[in-house]
């Protein structure tokens, strides 16, 4: 658990409408944290002070006047961000079209309760202390609902008083929320299929390191892309991952150490904007470090490791740096050839050792011929 107090800022994309008949209702509502330690508030101040300078006229910042022509001057402002902040970003994605015929969902106050308690929920057993402060969904029901989700997702007590949690108005009450309004709008052009903006990739490629992504329903359909256009056994590829993946959340002895969770959730991420490329070992390490400070590359490699040792795809090729999950045939491809082009050789200086020393002996020594414990070893070689 971290014993620095956070500053959690909370806003969200979309709306509660889980009627996705209606013209213009969001396919995803999204809960979206900026994360920053308490001690850097007046920073966080003061970075939205300069963005509202920069890219606001002065005024507040609101991703809703920054559409789609305004994309360079969203893309412009969140870089700003990311480099005079430091700050993580915690995102929730529902998929409303999962939860369409739950009765109880479909009444505002509800949907608000229980979504909202969720997402909160995780800091509890992250941060010892907090200061969240949410977004407020309109004055009839503030009270309500901040009333509720203190009482329901709050873990205030003895052992951890210092936990708060507030609804507020972001203009007058609590303008640091709009940071998290703009970082909020940017990842709905990404993850919400209805209102998704045609260069998402690259507001993706700013804040991904940044971001922990999670899903509800907890499922990996429409997540899990193929890399080139489908062949039968691309796609067979793809759907044996798929299940792979789906399987170790459920059932894996590993699955309930989070360090493996969060690189597999980050590899799925990743898969979902850019499934061709691969993520180099530094990148995931910076990510990591977020929920595990101590985090390396070495331990990034034997969780790697580990992870194809549980029989999950995540491949490497040769001559490049990094991983992915593998989507096609030529992700196997590849990923075999990578190995090939260090097992070969190296069985090839044994059997060359072996018929060395086996010749300058009469066979007196010849380990793979006499060493029952070589017989695997032996196989293999036989191959060659």
Known sequence: MI???????????????????????????????????????????????????NYFFGQALKSRNLGAKYFERRLAAIKELTSGLDFTIDILVIDKSKIEHAEGLKYKSVFYKYFQSLFVGKYNQRYQSFEITCDEVGEKFRNELEQYVRTNGIQADLFNPDRTFYLKEDVKEEPLIQLADLVCGCAGKIFCSSHADVRAKELFNVLHGRMSVSYFPNHLKGMFLLAEKDSTVDAEIAEVNLSLIQDFYQNNHLRHQNEYLRLIDYLVLYNRIDNTKLISTYEIVNYLQQFSPDMTEEKVRLLVRNLRYEGLFIVSHSGKTGYKLAVNYQDIKEYFNHFSKYVIPMLRKIQ????????????????????????????????L
Do not use: W
């Not at 996705?20 to 944290?33: A, Q, R, V």
């Open 3 to 53: 014993k620095e107090p956070a500053l959690i800022l909370i806003d969200e994309f979309g709306n509660a409408h889980t009627d996705l008949s209606k013209e213009g209702t969001f396919s995803h509502f999204i809960y979206c944290s900026l994360i920053v330690p308490l001690s850097k508030k007046e920073e966080a101040y003061a970075m939205r002070e300069q963005l509202s300078k």
């Open 352 to 383: 060359i050792f072996n018929e060395t020393l086996s010749a300058n002996t009469f066979n007196k020594i010849n380990p793979l011929e006499k060493d029952s414990s070589l017989l695997q070893l032996k196989e293999l070689l036989s191959a």
